[in-house]
């Protein structure tokens, strides 16, 4: 099917590390990108190619994919990294689909 | 530097139309896909559409819920993307987004609303 399924939320403290998922057939066949959205905010490209760091982004963001899953780990959690975020699959040829948005809480 | 300016957003009736514009700087734009994402109130991220370059014949696409009621264009010459809404549903309210995919701009208001 063409929807990616992420979690609603995921909570850690400060310096632990949050792994996000995101599961869809379609991972199968392109890329994942990872998009991090604070509030009131454009939604800012973490990760893309499933692993790539985008320039500027801080080491301890990073990427992987395992069959139909994709993840984003952080490792080192930060208290500026509470935000939402979205994972992204489709191609210049495919619709995009964004997954649902996962919302981090840094307690 | 890299930067999308969307404007055009408002508050307009159901039924009625909009055209939202999104004016491109600091990149090659002719060579660039432009797609539109939505996103309303509290909710996700929705791809809307794009619009492919003039060496893929300008191709568009669109979202099952806006296709033959939205139609995305763009003029190179002015390194401008633009969204024509027309049609609008309420449930066509959200902030839209122009991106390129690796940069996003600020987004524009559209409310659907009598």
Request: proline share 4%; hydrophobic share 30%; with cysteine.
């Amino acid at each position: 099917s063409y929807e990616l399924t992420q979690l609603p939320s995921v909570s850690v403290s400060p310096g632990q590390t949050a792994r996000i998922t995101c599961s869809g057939d379609v991972l199968g066949e392109n890329y994942a990108d990872w998009y991090q959205q604070k509030p009131g905010q454009a939604p800012e490209l973490v990760i893309y190619e499933d692993s790539e760091r985008y320039p500027g982004i801080p080491e301890r963001f990073s990427g992987s994919t395992s069959g139909n899953t994709t993840t984003l780990t952080i490792s080192r959690v930060l208290t500026e990294d509470e935000a939402d975020y979205y994972c992204l699959s489709g191609d210049e040829d495919n619709p995009w689909v964004f997954g649902g948005g996962t919302k981090l809480t840094v307690l | 530097e890299v930067q999308l300016v969307e404007s055009g957003g408002g508050l307009v009736q159901p039924g009625g139309s909009l055209k939202l514009s999104c004016a491109a700087s600091g990149f090659t734009f002719s060579g660039s896909a432009m797609h539109w994402v939505r996103q309303a109130s509290g909710k996700g991220l929705e791809w809307v559409g794009r619009i492919r370059s003039k060496a893929n014949s300008y191709a568009t696409a669109y979202a099952a819920s806006v296709k033959g009621r939205f139609t995305i264009s763009r003029d190179d010459s002015k390194n401008t993307a633009y969204l024509q809404m027309n049609s609008l549903k309420t449930e066509d309210t959200a902030v839209y987004y122009c991106t390129r995919r690796d940069v996003w701009g600020q987004g524009t208001t559209v409310t659907v609303s009598s």
